[in-house]
C-alpha cells in the first residue's frame, strides 16, 4: 500500500520503527537521569542551594521580575502586530515608491539580531547623545525585529488566497483598500493565526535577551539570585524556578492561541445564503462577494 506523501510501512517497518522509538525514549530517559544523577552528587538539590527559596521576599522578586517581563511582552506584541500589518500593507502596494522601501525596511529589521538591536539602542544611542531606559531598548528591538517577521507573515497569508476572491470584490464595486479590509485580510488573519502566536511566543521568549543590557526582567533576577555568595550561589535552582515559570508563561499563550483558533473555526464569517434554483454549487468568488456585501449593509446601516 502506498499514500500520497509516503509508502506505508510494513510489518517490518513497523517493528523497526517501535524498536527505533524505544531506543530514542530511552536515550532521552537516560540523559534526563543522567543530568539529574550529577545534580544530585553537587549538592544542587540540597537544602543549602534552596534555603533562598524559604524567604517571602525572593519569591516577591521573582513575581516582581515576572511582570516586568510580561511588561515589555504585551506592549512589544501589540506593537509588533500593528507594525506587522503596517510593513505587509506596504509590501502589497501597486506602488513601487511604497513597496521597495518598505521592503528595504522589512528586510533589515529581519536581518538585525534582537540582541544586536538591543546593544545598540542602550549602549550605542548615548554615543551620539540620546539616552533610552533598557525597557524601551527591549521592547523597540522586539517590535522592529517580530513586526518585520509577521509582516512577512501575513503578506503570505494574503497572497497565498484564491485570485478570485480579490476579483469578486474589485466585481461588486470595491476599491483595493476595501477589498483588502473587508475580504483578504480577514481570511490572511484566520489561516495564519497560528503562526502569528507561535512568533508571540518567541517574542516572549526573547525578552529574556534584555537581561543583557540590565533590564530586571525574569532571566535577570534569577542571575542575580544565582550569583549571590550570601545565599550559597544557587544558581541552578534560580535557573529552574526562572525556567519553569518561562514554560508556564509559553503553555499559557499556546493555551490562548488554540481557544481563539477553535473559536474561529467555530464561528465562520464566510456563510453562504441560499443559491438559486439555477446554480448548482457556490463558489468561492460568491462566498466573498455575498460577504463583502454584507459587510458594506452593516456600515451603511451603522453610518446611517
Known amino acids: 500500500m502506498t499514500s500520497v506523501l509516503y509508502d506505508v510501512p510494513g510489518p517490518r517497518a513497523i517493528i523497526r520503527n517501535r524498536i527505533l522509538g524505544i531506543v530514542t525514549v530511552l536515550v532521552v530517559l537516560g540523559l534526563v537521569a543522567f543530568v539529574l544523577w550529577r545534580f544530585w552528587v553537587t549538592g544542587q538539590f540540597s537544602a543549602e542551594k534552596w534555603y533562598a527559596f524559604t524567604f517571602t521576599r525572593i519569591w516577591e522578586q521573582f513575581g516582581l521580575a515576572t511582570l516586568r517581563t510580561l511588561a515589555a511582552f504585551g506592549v512589544a506584541a ?13 509590501r502589497l502596494s501597486d506602488h513601487a515608491w511604497i513597496r521597495m522601501p518598505v521592503t528595504g525596511i522589512t528586510e533589515v529589521f529581519r536581518a538585525i539580531p534582537v540582541l544586536i538591536f538591543m546593544i545598540l539602542l542602550y549602549y550605542g544611542l548615548p554615543v551620539i547623545g540620546i539616552k533610552m531606559p533598557s525597557y524601551w531598548a527591549v521592547v523597540i528591538a522586539l517590535v522592529a525585529y517580530n513586526g518585520s517577521v509577521l509582516a512577512e507573515v501575513v503578506r503570505a497569508g494574503v497572497e497565498s488566497l484564491p485570485r478570485g476572491q480579490r476579483e469578486a470584490g474589485f466585481a461588486i464595486g470595491l476599491r483595493k483598500s476595501g477589498v483588502m479590509r473587508m475580504i483578504l485580510l480577514p481570511q490572511a488573519i484566520r489561516a495564519m493565526m497560528p503562526v502569528i502566536i507561535a512568533q508571540l511566543v518567541v517574542t516572549l521568549k526573547d525578552t529574556a535577551l534584555g537581561f543583557i543590557i540590565t533590564y530586571p526582567e ?23 524556578v526562572a525556567g519553569t515559570i518561562y514554560v508556564t508563561l509559553c503553555l499559557a499563550l499556546s493555551f490562548v492561541a488554540y481557544t481563539v483558533e477553535k473559536r474561529l473555526r467555530r464561528s465562520p464569517k464566510l456563510i453562504a445564503g441560499p443559491a438559486p434554483a439555477d446554480a448548482p454549487t457556490t463558489t468561492t468568488e460568491t462566498i466573498a462577494a455575498q460577504e463583502a456585501m454584507r459587510r458594506i449593509e452593516r456600515d451603511d446601516a451603522g453610518g446611517s
Open 218 to 240: 525574569l532571566l535577570y533576577f534569577a542571575k542575580l539570585l544565582g550569583s549571590n555568595a550570601v545565599l550559597g550561589s544557587p544558581l541552578i535552582p534560580a535557573a529552574i
Open 78 to 90: 501589540v506593537g509588533a502586530i500593528g507594525l506587522g500589518f503596517i510593513l505587509a500593507i506596504g
